[in-house]
């Protein structure tokens, strides 16, 4: 049941996201031009040459973000994530709720700790 999920999961968002990365590979740096296009859309064009592999096992946000083809995916992959960890969670919310509430919340706390402090040290915006 889970693996029919997964499969019809891979099989519905892959080839869309194969088809954003190929076009931002090969055919959007020939689309239009203009002062910054170089600097934006060639280089990303050149990331995507390079880094689509990452884009289609749904890894890309383990690396830079500068150096990140089609960098509004990522999304897809922390979904991708989140969904291959969900049968991991929900069994140890089966067998050991307590536990596995306290670590969740000891988790949450820890990276929202994280998130102050990389605010706080450089000086990153509110907004």
């Known amino acids: 049941a889970w693996r029919n999920r997964l499969l019809a999961r891979i099989i519905r ?11 931002y590979a090969y055919v959007m740096e020939h689309v239009g031009s203009g002062p910054q296009w170089t600097s934006s859309i060639t280089v990303n064009a050149d990331l995507c040459k390079a880094n689509m592999w990452k884009n289609v096992l749904y890894i890309q946000n383990f690396f830079l973000f500068e150096d990140m083809c089609a960098p509004h995916t990522h999304q897809l992959a922390l979904d991708m994530q989140l969904f291959l960890m969900a ?13 596995t509430v306290s670590m969740l919340g000891i988790s949450h706390l820890a990276v929202s700790g994280l998130r102050y402090y990389t605010h706080l040290n450089y ?3 509110d907004f």
């Open 123 to 125: 000086h990153l915006s």
């Open 87 to 99: 049968p991991a969670v929900v069994y140890c919310l089966h067998y050991w709720p307590m536990l």
């Open 13 to 23: 968002l892959t080839p869309a996201l194969f088809a954003v990365v190929l076009f």
